[in-house]
């Protein structure tokens, strides 16, 4: 990955890798966090006739361009016509790996908030620390929780 260059010329930088695995592209993210893109428009029309013709050429979420490359046929068609939502299971939402990423209904994608704000507590018994770790994620596929992200409150 050696980056590219942008449609107003502009040089995007690769994306960047951490030991979690998330893909994380170097592209100011939108206000929600996600990085839109505009990918190469879809052209259709006969060339000998009058021309190709451009039928979309507006930004999309970067991470649903992926599911659309990526997934399965049922996924993508359950995103287009069934209202689908793209998940992520790392709870990053500039990540484009594909392997973050499912396709569910709305009411699994909100329920996995839960597993992104989990907190490890603290106690302090006799003089030594104990932490009571969260309860594990409940979600097919599970969520990717990142430990160095996990607070503890302390009690």
Do not use: W
């Not at 995103?79 to 939402?93: D, I, K």
């Not at 329920?111 to 409940?138: F, H, N, T």
């Amino acid at each position: 990955m050696q980056g590219y260059k942008g449609t107003t010329g502009s040089f995007i930088p690769p994306a960047v890798i951490p030991p979690n695995g998330c893909c994380l592209p170097q592209k100011k993210p939108d206000n929600n966090g996600y990085v839109k893109i505009r990918p190469v428009a879809v052209f259709t029309g006969h060339a000998l006739k009058d021309g190709p013709k451009k039928i979309r050429d507006k930004y999309q979420h970067a991470h649903r361009v992926v599911c659309y490359l990526t997934k399965c046929d049922e996924d993508v068609h359950n995103m287009l016509y069934r209202g689908y939502e793209v998940s992520h299971l790392c709870h990053q939402p500039r990540c484009i790996n594909a392997d973050h990423l499912v396709v569910e209904t709305h009411k699994d994608n909100d329920s996995r908030r839960i597993c992104a704000v989990k907190v490890d507590i603290k106690i302090l018994v006799d003089g030594r620390d104990y932490i009571l770790d969260a309860e594990e994620c409940p979600h097919s596929p599970r969520c990717i929780i990142r430990l160095d992200s996990r607070a503890a409150i302390e009690l």
